[in-house]
């Protein structure tokens, strides 16, 4: 059973497509990664799946339910962090925390218990009967994620959890991540930081102009790259390069006398080895280059996008 | 367990969130002064009259003042509604607080429900100082009196809720808090005063155009008939008859159908409160219709609107 399941999603602004019939579907119990430019259409998909978007045509099922006929279902059972967002400033951190609570069906010793558990947890519970528009921005956007773990939720949608934190709240964003992760919850983030996307997520979508460019585990994105745009090989030997010619090289790029990258179409280490050994070179190292991810991102958005 | 009602949950945070705030403190402080300044308006009004009329007018002093405060409630209201719901687009609290289980229908009437709780307190307030400072400067204030003060509140929260309605309207049209509370306090000066005193100074204009004395009792009558017809529009003009029908006896289709000389007729009349209501059924499913049609275009506006 898939956490979520989006099928031919088209949200237009006037004349911009912000969303061009969008498909996609999410496992449960993974970290998910949406990965794209601005404008992209990654805060559109993300409202419409809480429903603060009513898409021109498609669905969004969250957990089995339609989120446009079941809003009230869907939303007991996920959290949601909104980006660039706020919470209510003339209120205290506890209060804020409290009014979210009053909207799920939990005892009074209940809610006070994980209100104050959640306060610990994001660091705020010295501060909790502040009023929230005494606090940095940081201690606003880790009260925001707060709420959003009020109902201890089964999946977790979070657009650009890190934005605009300082690096303790990042870390503090990430652990919790991973926290989730751990216990057997989705999490469905959006970032335009790629070293997270990398570190905390095991699937990725890559969207451009509202259509989804790439999707799947971050290996098979990068094989998928690579067997697309080339595999970059790194060797060295211990004795003056040997001149090399195979019909899968690109080309090649000399580092020194006895380095090179060699661009090639396909994997060709065993071909390579075979012959520097035959030229009688020994090799040093013979290695495959992977892509960062930030590779991928790039070439994602600059070439496959008409 | 501890279930609170999504609407009274959004109603209670608006109230507590906006009893904080230095808008609401000073708008109180305007009405708990305006309730002091009455009192002190009704006691110089009462010692300039000889002793046998006191009593008799007490009431028509009583019908003024409320007169009065329907501006300041106009204002209030509208204003209170104005932010309601674009304050919350704008900030990004909708995002967070509609991510929880609640519908859009539960949000928009929680709003509309704190709000307008909050009017009536401040209309509270006004009363109950209103009264406190009659006892202060020493007029008795007797069980008639009392009475006299609390038959038309009904209708005064009635005409609040209207401008509320009104001013949520703008919240969910306008999408800066800024602009939506600029027109919100040019509303009512449009509405209430700039509105009725043109229609009024046109109407009569043509009546007595040639310049020769209005000696035409019809013609008259028929232009005053005119003028209550445009006058329609405009809630305190509903109010006004409410008020007249529980104080005076009369409203103003009365006066149109019956002539003047009905005026000196119910003037006399001493109507119950619920013959009032009778004679003004009309004003007051006016002010009804006028409450439910801007809110009910704000509630389709914001339940398919998108929310970014």
Redesign the interface.
């Given at each position: 059973m898939y956490a979520i399941e989006i099928e031919n999603l088209t949200k237009s602004y006037g004349n911009f497509k912000a969303v061009d019939n969008l498909t996609l579907k999410v496992e449960k119990g993974i970290t998910f990664g949406f990965l794209g430019p601005n404008g992209a259409g990654k805060?559109t998909t993300i409202?419409s799946m809480?429903?603060?978007?009513?898409p021109d045509s498609g669905s969004i099922r969250i957990l089995g339910e339609d989120v446009f006929r079941e809003?009230?279902?869907v939303?007991?059972r996920?959290?949601?962090l909104?980006e660039?967002?706020?919470?209510?400033?003339?209120?205290t951190a506890w209060?804020n925390l409290e009014?979210?609570a009053?909207?799920?069906?939990?005892?009074?010793q209940e809610?006070e218990k994980r209100i104050e558990e959640l306060l610990k947890m994001v660091g705020l519970w010295d501060v909790r009967y502040r009023?929230v528009k005494t606090f940095s921005k940081g201690m606003k956007q880790r009260l925001?994620l707060a709420?959003?773990l009020?109902?201890d939720p089964e999946v977790l949608i979070l657009d650009e959890p890190t934005s605009g934190l300082d690096p303790e709240g990042a870390y503090l964003v990430k652990n919790i991540v991973r926290e989730e992760r751990k216990k057997g919850k989705t999490v469905f983030f959006s970032s335009h930081i790629l070293s997270e996307v990398e570190e905390l997520s095991n699937r990725v979508g890559i969207i451009v102009k509202g259509k989804l460019r790439a999707l799947g585990p971050l290996e098979d994105i990068k094989r998928e790259f690579m067997e697309l745009e080339g595999y970059e090989i790194k060797v060295e030997t211990k004795q003056k390069l040997p001149q090399i010619e195979l019909p899968e090289i690109i080309r090649i790029e000399k580092v020194n006398e006895n380095k090179a990258i060699i661009f090639a179409k396909e994997d060709i280490r065993e071909q390579l080895s075979e012959l520097l050994a035959k030229k009688g070179a020994t090799i040093v190292s013979l290695k495959v280059e992977e892509p960062s991810l930030e590779d991928v991102f790039l070439r994602t958005i600059y070439r496959r996008s008409d | 367990?501890?279930?609170?009602p999504?609407i009274f949950?959004i109603a209670l945070?608006d109230i507590?969130?906006?009893m904080?705030?230095k808008r609401l403190i000073i708008t109180f402080a305007i009405f708990l002064l305006a309730g002091a300044g009455m009192a002190y308006w009704m006691k110089t009004s009462i010692m300039k009259m000889a002793m046998e009329f006191q009593t008799e007018n007490m009431s028509m002093i009583r019908g003024t003042q409320l007169s009065a405060v329907k501006y300041f409630l106009a204002v209030l209201s509208v204003l209170l509604g104005a932010d309601a719901i674009n304050r919350e687009i704008e900030?990004?609290?909708?995002?967070?607080?509609?991510?929880?289980?609640?519908?859009r229908d539960q949000f928009i009437l929680g709003k509309y429900f704190g709000r307008a709780l909050t009017v009536l307190f401040a209309f509270l307030l006004f009363a109950v100082s209103n009264v406190a400072f009659l006892l202060i400067l020493g007029i008795p204030v007797s069980s008639d009196a009392f009475m006299t003060f609390i038959k038309p509140l009904p209708f005064f929260v009635l005409f609040s809720l209207v401008y509320l309605a009104f001013g949520v309207f703008l919240s969910t049209l306008l999408r800066k808090p800024l602009n939506a509370i600029i027109v919100a306090v040019l509303l009512p000066i449009l509405l209430e005063f700039i509105y009725p005193t043109a229609v009024s100074a046109i109407i009569v204009f043509r009546a007595v155009g040639s310049g020769a004395p209005p000696t035409d009792i019809g013609a008259l009558q028929e232009s005053l008939g005119k003028i209550y017809m445009l006058l329609s529009t405009v809630p305190g003009h509903h109010l006004d008859n409410i008020n007249n029908a529980i104080f005076y006896g009369f409203t103003s289709s009365d006066i149109v159908e019956g002539g003047f000389g009905s005026l000196v007729a119910f003037q006399t009349q001493n109507v119950s409160y619920y013959e009032a209501i009778g004679l003004a059924w009309k004003h007051i499913a006016a002010l009804i219709v006028m409450l439910l049609l801007p809110f009910a275009i704000a509630y389709t506006k914001f339940m398919?609107a998108?929310?970014?």
């Amino acid at each position: 059973m898939y956490a979520i399941e989006i099928e031919n999603l088209t949200k237009s602004y006037g004349n911009f497509k912000a969303v061009d019939n969008l498909t996609l579907k999410v496992e449960k119990g993974i970290t998910f990664g949406f990965l794209g430019p601005n404008g992209a259409g990654k805060t559109t998909t993300i409202l419409s799946m809480i429903g603060l978007i009513i898409p021109d045509s498609g669905s969004i099922r969250i957990l089995g339910e339609d989120v446009f006929r079941e809003p009230v279902k869907v939303k007991e059972r996920i959290g949601y962090l909104p980006e660039n967002a706020t919470i209510y400033e003339e209120l205290t951190a506890w209060r804020n925390l409290e009014f979210f609570a009053n909207f799920y069906k939990m005892s009074r010793q209940e809610k006070e218990k994980r209100i104050e558990e959640l306060l610990k947890m994001v660091g705020l519970w010295d501060v909790r009967y502040r009023k929230v528009k005494t606090f940095s921005k940081g201690m606003k956007q880790r009260l925001l994620l707060a709420q959003t773990l009020i109902n201890d939720p089964e999946v977790l949608i979070l657009d650009e959890p890190t934005s605009g934190l300082d690096p303790e709240g990042a870390y503090l964003v990430k652990n919790i991540v991973r926290e989730e992760r751990k216990k057997g919850k989705t999490v469905f983030f959006s970032s335009h930081i790629l070293s997270e996307v990398e570190e905390l997520s095991n699937r990725v979508g890559i969207i451009v102009k509202g259509k989804l460019r790439a999707l799947g585990p971050l290996e098979d994105i990068k094989r998928e790259f690579m067997e697309l745009e080339g595999y970059e090989i790194k060797v060295e030997t211990k004795q003056k390069l040997p001149q090399i010619e195979l019909p899968e090289i690109i080309r090649i790029e000399k580092v020194n006398e006895n380095k090179a990258i060699i661009f090639a179409k396909e994997d060709i280490r065993e071909q390579l080895s075979e012959l520097l050994a035959k030229k009688g070179a020994t090799i040093v190292s013979l290695k495959v280059e992977e892509p960062s991810l930030e590779d991928v991102f790039l070439r994602t958005i600059y070439r496959r996008s008409d | 367990m501890t279930d609170v009602p999504p609407i009274f949950n959004i109603a209670l945070k608006d109230i507590y969130e906006s009893m904080r705030t230095k808008r609401l403190i000073i708008t109180f402080a305007i009405f708990l002064l305006a309730g002091a300044g009455m009192a002190y308006w009704m006691k110089t009004s009462i010692m300039k009259m000889a002793m046998e009329f006191q009593t008799e007018n007490m009431s028509m002093i009583r019908g003024t003042q409320l007169s009065a405060v329907k501006y300041f409630l106009a204002v209030l209201s509208v204003l209170l509604g104005a932010d309601a719901i674009n304050r919350e687009i704008e900030g990004g609290t909708i995002k967070a607080t509609l991510s929880h289980p609640i519908y859009r229908d539960q949000f928009i009437l929680g709003k509309y429900f704190g709000r307008a709780l909050t009017v009536l307190f401040a209309f509270l307030l006004f009363a109950v100082s209103n009264v406190a400072f009659l006892l202060i400067l020493g007029i008795p204030v007797s069980s008639d009196a009392f009475m006299t003060f609390i038959k038309p509140l009904p209708f005064f929260v009635l005409f609040s809720l209207v401008y509320l309605a009104f001013g949520v309207f703008l919240s969910t049209l306008l999408r800066k808090p800024l602009n939506a509370i600029i027109v919100a306090v040019l509303l009512p000066i449009l509405l209430e005063f700039i509105y009725p005193t043109a229609v009024s100074a046109i109407i009569v204009f043509r009546a007595v155009g040639s310049g020769a004395p209005p000696t035409d009792i019809g013609a008259l009558q028929e232009s005053l008939g005119k003028i209550y017809m445009l006058l329609s529009t405009v809630p305190g003009h509903h109010l006004d008859n409410i008020n007249n029908a529980i104080f005076y006896g009369f409203t103003s289709s009365d006066i149109v159908e019956g002539g003047f000389g009905s005026l000196v007729a119910f003037q006399t009349q001493n109507v119950s409160y619920y013959e009032a209501i009778g004679l003004a059924w009309k004003h007051i499913a006016a002010l009804i219709v006028m409450l439910l049609l801007p809110f009910a275009i704000a509630y389709t506006k914001f339940m398919k609107a998108d929310l970014r």
